[in-house]
C-alpha cells in the first residue's frame, strides 16, 4: 500500500484558539468529552484539528479541485530537494516508530522494555535485540575490522571451488550452496515458495538471475556494462588485494601483489560472463502463466535438472541445503526449463577461474554495504541500526513495539471496522448489473474467507509470545562485537529455517518479508489474507479515540483498498483458498474488462509537469490494480461508516464527533477531508517521473482525483454540481 521513501517529514500545523463550553457528557475515564453535544477538544481531536488546518487550503473550492483543498498548505509549506525527495503523510507516521524502535533496541538509551523476574524467554529476545543493535552502532569495531570480513567471506567460499581445469560438480554444488544460505543472488538461484496451485503447502523453486545490470543494459548497450568495469576492479582490489586463496587447493592464503591490471581483468572477466548470461536469461526465460504476475508453475524432478544440467550435483546441492532429516521427494518447480540447457552450454565453455571470480563478485556486490559507516545524507547511524534490527530480528522488533504502542483493545477496534468494511462489499456486490450469479457466489466465498492478520505474525512465530518469538530465533546467535558476522550468520540461519519448513503447512498468519513496524498493508493472492503492520495503525491513520469518519477514511480506505485487491484485475485470478484458478464466466470477465478499460483511460489521462517542463501521462494499464482497489475501497470504507452513522446519528456510541473549528463540515465532508489528508504529498520533478515508470500506484494526487471524481458520495456531500471537475459526468465503477 505504502512505499517507504528516503524522506524526512516537515511537520506542518497551525494553532487553534477556541472558546470551550461545559461538557455535556463524559466519553469515559480518559477524559473524552464533547462540546455542545458533538465537538470533541480532547487532546487527540485538538491535534487531529490543528494537523487538518495546518494542511487545508479551506479558500479552494472542493468541487474544481480536491486535492488544493485538502492538501493546499501543505504544498506551499512543505520543502522538498534533492536530499528529501519526497513528503508524504505516511512519513510522520514512520518517523515517530523510529523514534519508538530506537528506544526499544537501544539499550544505552535508557528506555528498552526489561523482561520481568524470571522471563528467560524476554531475557534471550532482549539481549538478541540489544546486542544486534550495539553491534551495528560500534562503528569504531566496523571501522578497525575494515575489509577483513567480507575477505574472509570469499575467501571460504573460493576454498570450495578450486581453480581447476574443468569444472568439479560437486564442487560447483556445494559453492552454490553456500552462496544460496548466505542470499547471495547468482546464475541459478533455489528457495522454498508457496505453490501455486496447492497454496496451502510449499515447494522448492528455482529461478534464474544473478547479474549486475538489467538484461537491457547487456543487450542494448556493451558501454553499460563496460562503464562498471573501473569500480569492479577497485572494489576486487579493495577486498581481495591482499591475500587470495591459492589457485592450486583453495585452502591456503598466500600473499600476492595487488596488481592493478590483475584486478582489471577479472572485473572484465565478470562482465564478460555475465553478458553472456544476459543473453542467454533473454533468450531462454519463459512468459509468465499471467502477462499480469510474475508467476511460473513449471515441474521438474531432480534427474531432469541433472539430465539438463550435468555440470552441477543438483543431489548434493539440494542436501547441501536442506536439513539432514527433511528429504524431498517432490518435483521441483522452475521459472523456465528451456533456461537450463542453455545454462549447462556456458557452464561447460566457462574456466573455473571466470565462475571464481563471477562467485567472488557476486559476494562482494551484495555484502560491500554492510561494511559501511559513512553517513547516509539526511540519516544518522541509529537510523541504519533500526533498518538493521526491524530486518534481521523483525519479530522481536515487534512484539515490543506492539506492546507499547499497539494495545488488544485497538486492535479490536481495528477488527470490527474491517469486518463492517467487508459485510459493505458483501451488501454491495449482489448489486451490481455486470456480474452474474456464477461469478457472484465465487466473489462472495472468496470475500468472506478473507483472513486477517493484526499488527504482527500469529504463526512461524506468533509475535505475542515471547516464548514463540524465543524458540523461533533459537538458532540465531549475536555476537556484540561481531557486526558482519552477525549479517552472515542470520543470512545462513533463515535460508536454513526457510527450507526446514518445505514439507510443513504454508504459515498463512505469518507476515511475509515485512517488519510488523512497517507503516503499510498488504493483501496476498495465495492467502487471500490481510496483513495490517502495527506500524500504519498509528495515530494519525488510526486512534481509538478519533471520530470514526477519520478512522474509517484514514486506516478504513487502506483496509477496504488491500479488500479490493482481491477482486482486482490480479487478484481475481485467485479463489477464496488463494489458488490460482479461474472461477469467472466468460461473460462477466467481458464486463469486467469493459470497466476496467473506463480506469485505464481515465488515470492515462492524468498528467503532471515533467522536470523539464513537457507533460508527463499516467499509465493507466499499469496501476490499474491500484486504481481498482483505491476506487472500491473508499467507496465500501464510506459505506460502512454510514451505516453506522446511521445507526448513532448522535455520535455517542460510535464517536462521530466534529472536531473544533470544523464545525461548519457536515460528517460526511469530514470523511472525504479525512481521506484527502492521508494522501497528501509532494516530490521533486524527478522523482515523480520515476514513480510514473516504475510504480504500480498512481502518483498520490490522483490517488484523491481519480476514486473522488468516480465517488457519487462525495459529490453529495459537498453538493458539486453536475459536470465540475470533481463531479464528471462519466465517472468510472467496478466494484
Known sequence: MVSTKLAVFMAIGSALSMVAAAPIWNMGENGSRLLNQDVCDTPECIATAESFLGYMNPNADPCDDFTEFTCGAFYEKTVVDANTISVDFQTIISNRNKIVIREIADAALGKAPKPAPGDKAAESNLKKLHDMYASCMDVDAIQTAGQQPLTKQVQSVLSLIPDTPAIDKAALAKTMAQLIKQEVIIFYNIGVEQQLYNPHYSSIQGKQGGLTLPITSYNQSLTDAADLVPDIAQQFQKVLGVTVPSATNGTTPEIEPAVGQEWTTAAQDVIAFETLLADV????????????????????????????????????????????????????????????????????????????????????????????????????????????VTKTLPDIVGHYFVERTLPESDQTVFRTMLQSIISAYGEGFPTLNWIDQITLDGALKKLHAMGLVVGQSAESPNGASSESVEEYYSGFDVDVSDYFGNWYKQSVWATEKSFATVNEPYAQKKIPQFSPTEVNAIYLFGTNHIYAFAGIMQSPMFHASNPEYINFAGLGGVAGHEIGHGFDNSGKKFDSTGNFTNWWTPETEKAFAEKAQCFNEQYSNYTIKGPDGTDLHLDGPKTLGENIADNGGIKYAFRAWQSRLKADPTGKKYKNFKLPGFEKYTPEQLFFISYGKVWCSKEIPEYSERLIKTDEHSLNKFRILGSLQNSVEFAEAFKCAPRTRMNPEKKCSLW
Open 281 to 388: 536469461t533473454a533468450k531462454n526465460t519463459r512468459p509468465s502463466l499471467d502477462p499480469e504476475l510474475p508467476i511460473f508453475n513449471n515441474p521438474i524432478t531432480v534427474e531432469e535438472l541433472s539430465n539438463a544440467t550435468p555440470s552441477i550435483d543438483w543431489p548434493l546441492l539440494l542436501s547441501e541445503l536442506l536439513p539432514v532429516d527433511v528429504k524431498y521427494d517432490r518435483p521441483l518447480s522452475v521459472q523456465s526449463p528451456e533456461f537450463l540447457p542453455a545454462l549447462e552450454t556456458l557452464l561447460s565453455s566457462t574456466s573455473v577461474k571466470t565462475l571464481r571470480n563471477y562467485f567472488a563478485w557476486r559476494i562482494i556486490s551484495a555484502q560491500k554495504y554492510r561494511l559501511n559507516t559513512a553517513a547516509i545524507p539526511g540519516h544518522e547511524r541509529w537510523e541504519v541500526c533500526n533498518e538493521v
